[in-house]
């Protein structure tokens, strides 16, 4: 089973920039779709973004459309989350899991294997 661990969270003011990075051991993700979720206090997972493993085809939730970039990089295991014009709504812990395939990546968001996360808080 592939394991994460996601970094690159931290406390950023409205309007700012970070990039998460997901590092997976315990299997190549060359075949593996991969998606960001996240919680926001109080709130239920949602998916965020996904990039397929096939022909790197990326989704995004209308929330992040135009400011959020996923990307990955094979040869280095990882998966990046580049988040643009943050808002005090994007705050939450983040995650990446591997869903079956990214057009039903928000489907079974309670199902997937997560790793620690990483805090992001958008705040002036």
């Known amino acids: 089973q592939v394991q994460f661990v996601e970094s690159g969270g931290g406390l950023v003011q409205p309007g700012g920039s970070l990039k998460l990075a997901c590092v997976a051991s315990?299997?190549?993700?060359?075949?593996?779709?991969v998606g960001w979720f996240r919680q926001a206090p109080g709130k239920e997972r949602e998916g965020v973004s996904c990039?397929?493993?096939?022909?790197?085809?990326?989704y995004y939730a209308d929330s992040v459309k135009g400011r959020y970039a996923i990307s990955r990089d094979n040869a280095k295991n990882t998966v990046y989350l580049q988040m643009n014009s943050l808002k005090p709504e994007d705050t939450g812990v983040y995650y990446c899991?591997?869903?079956?395939?990214?057009?039903?990546?928000?489907?079974?968001?309670?199902?997937?294997?997560y790793g620690q996360g990483t805090q992001v808080t958008v705040s002036s």
């Open positions: 990039i397929s493993y096939s022909d790197g085809t990326t």
């Open positions: 899991a591997t869903p079956t395939h990214c057009s039903v990546y928000t489907d079974y968001v309670s199902q997937y294997h």
């Open positions: 315990g299997s190549r993700l060359d075949y593996y779709a």
